[in-house]
């Protein structure tokens, strides 16, 4: 059911993953996959285009957030109402917004590594970051929650959660959860959960929705990510509270407008219509980690890679081989993966793996590193 996408397909289907690349440069960094899209969604938006739907999106939500609602009751047992969301036209720009809108004035707390524009949109929001840093010798990348204890005191009222976490491909426990959920509510600040990695999660993890331990925090996600559709423009906010659901839906257009008519439909029919796709999804990628796991025993044994929980980016720690930037000297060997500095400034020798694709450009990208770094 999952289907690879070729060379020349991929470059024409992910033309910023594939585009950025020279030709025979294997793009392992930017998160998208090369895989075929879910035969729903391009019926669904085929269809759409063919009716000529390519004007303004509709008011409300065009169904997005009951398809959520469907999507998260069959697959984590959580029915989050259907009008609690509000369609933003991405993730980044839904926690801009909330930062905008929702959270008290004060710093933001961010744990690093993190996703780069979470850095940018606390900046962009006027607010001013703390980042509480996992110490990359930990044996588990658990979020430091005296670190946060500490930042709340000092005065930040926000906090950025990324569950499952990239790069760490971590999923964090209920118990976890619930325990920054007390944070919160003792110092009255808010977490803004971006959980667009949350369907991502792999055989042998459970995820929990944030909001289902904290009614005050502030989901912001998308299908695009585990659907391959981020250019089609479409996300949601959801907060439980409806006064908040009110003042979200009353936006001044520029400061929401970028989502599409056609992301809105792939929305509906991706958190509808595709588990089948999701379920075969999840089996690729974690047959990937299986690989993955051996490629590294052979070819890289002494890197060290977090356990992939979720996501299909791993996290690599390749410090013992001595470089401080392996990305760089991968690229030199034909191959792009995203330098761990991007996600956490300062740190050495780490890199951001996508295993989002074949068996044998995986096989071919972990070589090419070895070759680089060995
Ligand atoms: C944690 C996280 N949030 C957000 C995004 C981007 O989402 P969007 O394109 O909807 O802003 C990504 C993309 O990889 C991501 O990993």
């Known amino acids: ?209 944030y909001l289902s331990v904290d009614s005050r925090g502030i989901l912001v996600t998308s299908p695009s990510k585990t659907f391959n559709t981020a250019g089609l423009h479409t996300a949601q906010v959801v907060s439980l509270d409806p006064e908040e659901q009110v003042r979200l839906r009353s936006l001044p257009l520029p400061q929401n407008h970028a989502y599409s008519p056609l992301g809105m439909i792939a929305a509906v029919v991706s958190w509808t219509d595709c588990d089948a796709w999701h379920a075969a999804l999840l089996g690729r990628l974690a047959s990937q980690r299986t690989l993955l796991a051996e490629l590294l025993a052979t070819h890289l044994p002494r890197a060290r890679m977090r356990p992939l929980a979720a996501t299909y980016l791993p996290w690599l720690d390749l410090r013992a081989y001595g470089h401080d930037d392996p990305a760089t000297l991968g690229l030199a060997h034909g191959v792009r993966v995203a330098p761990g500095e991007h996600y956490q400034p300062g740190l050495p020798g780490h890199v951001r793996l996508n295993i989002a694709t074949d068996a044998e450009r995986l096989e071919r990208t972990v070589r090419r590193l070895a070759a680089a770094l060995v």
């Open 1 to 209: 059911m999952i289907v690879d996408l070729t060379d020349e397909e991929a470059r024409a289907a992910l033309p910023l993953k594939w585009g950025a690349v020279e030709p025979g440069v294997l793009p392992g960094w930017v998160a998208e996959m090369d895989y075929a899209l879910a035969p729903p969604i391009v019926e669904a938006v085929t269809a759409a285009v063919r009716r000529g739907t390519a004007g303004y999106p509709p008011f409300g939500d065009g169904g997005v957030g009951a398809a959520l609602t469907g999507f998260a009751d069959r697959h984590w047992s959580w029915s989050p109402p259907a009008d609690a969301t509000v369609v933003v036209g991405d993730v980044i720009a839904g926690i801009r917004i909330a930062l905008e809108v929702l959270c008290p004035p004060g710093p933001v707390v961010v744990p690093l590594p993190c996703y780069p524009p979470f850095r940018d949109v606390v900046e962009i929001a006027g607010r001013t970051m703390v980042a509480v840093e996992v110490d990359p010798d930990a044996d588990d990348a658990a979020l430091d929650l005296t670190a946060v204890e500490d930042a709340f005191r000092a005065g930040a009222r926000t906090l950025l959660l990324c569950n499952p976490h990239n790069p760490l491909g971590r999923v964090a426990s209920r118990a976890e959860l619930e325990a920054l959920a007390a944070l919160a509510e003792q110092y009255g600040a808010r977490v803004v959960a971006d959980e667009i990695h949350g369907p991502l999660t792999l055989p042998g993890a459970t995820f929990t929705p």
